[in-house]
Each structure stands twice: as C-alpha cells, then as structure tokens.
C-alpha cells in the first residue's frame, strides 16, 4: 500500500470540509507572512462544489490568491460541463477577487491545441518561465480512478509538457500533466464519499493506477470513513 504523509478522516463530508478549511487556511497564512501570492489549483467535476460554497464564506484575503484549474473539457465557457463555470457559480461570484487573479483555461480559442498553448504560456508566464510550483493543488478523483484529466491509458510520469490534452469519448480535455502536479509543495485529495473512498482503497494496490504516480510527500487525503 501506497503510505502517504497524512490521511484526513471524517464521518461526514461536512466535517471533512471543516478539516479542508483548517488546512486552506494555515496555508493562506503562511503565505501572508512571507509577503508572497498563493497560487491555487482548483479542481473540477462536481465533487468539490459542497466545499467550493464553504469555503466562499470564509474571511480571507482572495485578492492575493491566484486561482488556476487542474483541467477543463474543451467546451463553451457557459456550459453546464465546463469546470470554469461551477467554479464561477458556487466561489467566484460569492468572493473579493480580481479578474486578473483568475487564470481560467480558455476553451474559445479555434482548436485544443491553441487552448492547450495558450494554457502553458500563460502558466510559464506567471512564474517567470522559472521552476513551476503550485502551492496547492486541489485534486478530484473520478469512478475510474482518474485525477485531472489524467487517465489510465494516458499517464506518462516523463512527459514534461506542463499541459496536455487528451480526447476522450465523451469530451476533448485539457489538463495539468503528472510531474507539474508533483511538483506542487502541496497536493491535496478530495474523496468526499464513501463511494470513492472505497474505490481509492481498492486503486492504490494496482501498480497501474494514477495514485501510484503521485508525489505521496507533498500529498494530504481528504477521505471520509
């Protein structure tokens, strides 16, 4: 079994958001007193919308948050399945922050890969075309066990390309890649059901599997009982 630095554990998904916000928040302050910017990698899907109202609530600074997005699918904006747009309704539109802080993957470009270039840019941009470092990255994990939009027969732990895009049946995906993902100080797992609690236990004994990939240093897991 995979060991990882911490394991968070809660009886209820609204307890496991009161320990997620415990976190955000020392992390927000650690950055205040060190006078620097936090960047925030959101992601997608519907699971984190529970905490994504939440933690609109809290009293923070957003203006010195930078919020980016671990994937998108390459669909309109106003699209009830583009990951922008519930981050909008259930955070964005309910907090202080400035425009410029939001670094949404932008899916009006002509084809995916304008998408996909124009996402790596504006990423190397923001760190100087320096070593990139998230300082926290939010992660999601869907039926089949996939992270971002990274998915059992996509995974490439040398790839070093910040960002990819990959077809699938259902929709066209942009997403951070693996080693960009590792390299954030920190990652953390968001598994707000039972459902998918149990199916990362089952995940983590397949040596295929996303999980075994992850940087487990930087990791935290949000996992109800």
Known sequence: MAKFKKKITKNSEKLLIKAFIKEFKHIVLQKKKLNKRL????????????????????????????????????????????????????????IKINKQNI???????????????????????YFNNKKITFDLILLGMGLDGHIASIFLNNINPKNNK????VVKKDFKRITLNLKVINKAKNIFLWLNNRNKSNIYKKNIYKKNINFNFLNKKNMKIFSIN
Do not use: M
């Not at 809290?58 to 919020?67: E, G, P, Q, R, V």
């Not at 002509?110 to 998408?115: E, T």
């Not at 910040?162 to 895009?165: A, D, F, G, Q």
């Open 39 to 94: 960047s925030f990698v959101l992601a997608g899907g519907s699971s984190p919308l529970n905490l994504y109202k939440q933690l609109s609530k809290i009293k923070i600074n957003w203006s010195l948050i930078d919020l980016f997005w671990g994937d998108e699918r390459f669909v309109s904006k106003k699209s009830n399945n583009s990951n922008f747009k519930l981050v909008q309704k259930y955070l964005i539109k309910k």
């Open 103 to 125: 670094y949404a993957i932008n899916t009006s470009k002509k084809n995916i890969d304008l998408s996909t270039l124009d996402y790596e840019q504006r990423i190397k941009r």
């Open 162 to 165: 910040i960002v990819s895009h």
